[in-house]
C-alpha cells in the first residue's frame, strides 16, 4: 500500500465535527489557516498574478512620474478592456482542457461582416452587429462540432481557422482596405466616460449585488445542509470593495483635462461593461450546473461523462461562449482605435492566452476563474502601458511579456505537483 493513501481507521475530529453540527465552516482564523493550507500544497490562484501586479505598478511609478496620474490610470482601464474580455472567453476552454487560438480572428472577422454590412450595404448598425456577433456564435459551433463530435484535436481546429480566418477578413474587407466606424454609441464604449455622480451608483449597486449575492449563497447552503463561512468573511470582502471601489471611483472623477476648461472626469463606459460580463460569467461558471460540469470535465473527463454530464453538450456551449466573447473584444479594440482593417484579432489571441496562465488559470484544465484572467490581463497591460511611458522598444515589451508567461505556466506546473495533479516524468 502507498505510503501515501488515505487513512481510514483515524478517528474523528471533534473540532470539525462541532462545526459541522453548528452548520458554520469555521471561524476567520480558521479560513485563514485553511486558505495558507492550499497556498502551501500549490492552490495559489492568483496570488502570483496580484503580487506581480503590484511589484510592476510600483516599479513603473518610481521609473516613470506619468505611470500613476489620473490620465493614465483611465488610459490603462481602456488599454487593457479587449484583452480582459479575450482572457475571460479563453477561460471557458481551458478549463475544459481545450484551445482555441482563432478566437482573436473570429473577433476580427465579426467586425469586418459588421463595418462592411453598415458601411457598404447600408445595413442598420444594431442588426449589422448581431450579424457580426452571429458570426461567432456559429464559429464557436463549428469548432465544437469538430472537437466534440469529430474529435479533432481544438489546437488543429482552431489554428486552421486562425488562418483561413485571416484571408477571410482580406476577402471581405480587401487588402489594405480601412473602414472608419461611424457609430458614435460604439466609439462612446472606448471613448465615453460616465457622469460624476453615476461612477458611485456604480458602486453601490456593485455593493447590494455583492451582498444580494453572498446571502443568498449562504442560505442556500444552510437549506442544503452545508457548513457556511463564517459572516465576518462577507463583511470583510463588502469592505475590501467599498474602500477599493471607493478609492478607484474618486481617482477617476477627478479632472484628466488639458486644462480647467476641458474637464473630462468620471468612470470610463468601458468599465461597468466589462464588471457586468465579468459578473455574469463567474455567476455561470459558480453558481449553475453548466459551470459545474465545465469543471468536471476539465477534471476528468472521462469521470464526468460516467456520471451522466453531457460531455460533448458542454463543449460545444464552452466553444461558443468563447467565440461569442471573442468578437465582443473585438469590438472593444475597434472602438478604441475607430477603424476596421484585415488585421484586427490577428495579434491578440496569444496575449488571451498569456492573460489567463499569467493570472492563474492552469492549461491542464479544472482550476482557473474569470477574475484570474482578469487580473493577468491587467498584469500584460501594465506592461505595455508602463514600458511604453519608458520609450522603450516593442521588442522589450514582447520579451518581458514572454518570461512572464514562462514563469506564470511553471508556476501553473510546479503548482499540480505539489497538489499531487501532475506527475513528473
Not at 455583492?210 to 442544503?224: I, K, L, M, N, V
Request: hydrophobic share 55%; with cysteine; net charge positive.
Amino acid at each position: 500500500m502507498s505510503s501515501n493513501a488515505p487513512r481510514t481507521d483515524a478517528a474523528p475530529d471533534p473540532v470539525a465535527a462541532d462545526l459541522i453540527g453548528s452548520g458554520v465552516e469555521g471561524g476567520l482564523v480558521d479560513q485563514v489557516q485553511a486558505w495558507w493550507q492550499r497556498v502551501r500544497s500549490g492552490d495559489m490562484g492568483a496570488l502570483p498574478a496580484i503580487g506581480g501586479l503590484v511589484v510592476l505598478a510600483l516599479l513603473f511609478s518610481i521609473l516613470s512620474p506619468y505611470f500613476l496620474t489620473e490620465r493614465n490610470f483611465a488610459n490603462l482601464l481602456n488599454q487593457g478592456a479587449s484583452l480582459v474580455i479575450l482572457g475571460m472567453a479563453l477561460v471557458f476552454v481551458l478549463l475544459l482542457g481545450e484551445i482555441d487560438l482563432s478566437a482573436g480572428v473570429t473577433g476580427g472577422v465579426g467586425m469586418a461582416l459588421f463595418v462592411v454590412l453598415a458601411s457598404q450595404f447600408n445595413i442598420p448598425w444594431p442588426l449589422a452587429l448581431l450579424i457580426g456577433f452571429g458570426f461567432g456564435f456559429a464559429t464557436g459551433a463549428l469548432i465544437g462540432f469538430f472537437v466534440a463530435r469529430v474529435g479533432i484535436p481544438s489546437f488543429v481546429v482552431t489554428l486552421g481557422l486562425f488562418l483561413g480566418f485571416q484571408g477571410l477578413a482580406l476577402v471581405i474587407i480587401g487588402p489594405g482596405g480601412l473602414y472608419r466606424l461611424e457609430v458614435p454609441e460604439l466609439i462612446a464604449l472606448q471613448n465615453g466616460n460616465l457622469p460624476v455622480w453615476a461612477g458611485w451608483t456604480m458602486l453601490a449597486v456593485m455593493l447590494l449585488i455583492s451582498a444580494g449575492t453572498s446571502f443568498w449563497d449562504r442560505s442556500r447552503r444552510t437549506r442544503a445542509g452545508v457548513p457556511n463561512r463564517a459572516i465576518s468573511l462577507v463583511w470583510i470582502k463588502l469592505g475590501v470593495i467599498a474602500v477599493l471601489g471607493g478609492g478607484f471611483v474618486f481617482v477617476l472623477n477627478q479632472n484628466r483635462g488639458q486644462s480647467a476648461a476641458n474637464v473630462v472626469a468620471g468612470v470610463p463606459i468601458i468599465v461597468p461593461v466589462v464588471l457586468l460580463i465579468l459578473w455574469v460569467g463567474t455567476f455561470v461558471l459558480d453558481r449553475t450546473k453548466f459551470g459545474r460540469y465545465i469543471y468536471a470535465i476539465g477534471g476528468n473527463a472521462e469521470a464526468a461523462r460516467r456520471s451522466g454530464v453531457k460531455v460533448r453538450w458542454i463543449k460545444w456551449w464552452a466553444f461558443v461562449i468563447c467565440s461569442a466573447l471573442a468578437v465582443m473584444s473585438a469590438l472593444l479594440s475597434v472602438a478604441r482605435v475607430g477603424s476596421v482593417d484585415a488585421t484586427v484579432g490577428r495579434d491578440i489571441v496569444l496575449s488571451g492566452v498569456a492573460a489567463a496562465v499569467v493570472g492563474g488559470v492552469s492549461l491542464f484544465g479544472g482550476r482557473g476563474r474569470l477574475v484570474h484572467a482578469a487580473i493577468g490581463a491587467m498584469v500584460i497591460a501594465v506592461i505595455t502601458n508602463g514600458l511604453g511611458l519608458l520609450n522603450l522598444p516593442a521588442g522589450i515589451n514582447l520579451l518581458v511579456t514572454g518570461a512572464v508567461l514562462i514563469l506564470a505556466a511553471s508556476v501553473d506546473a510546479v503548482s499540480r505537483l505539489r497538489s499531487g495533479g501532475g506527475v513528473r516524468t
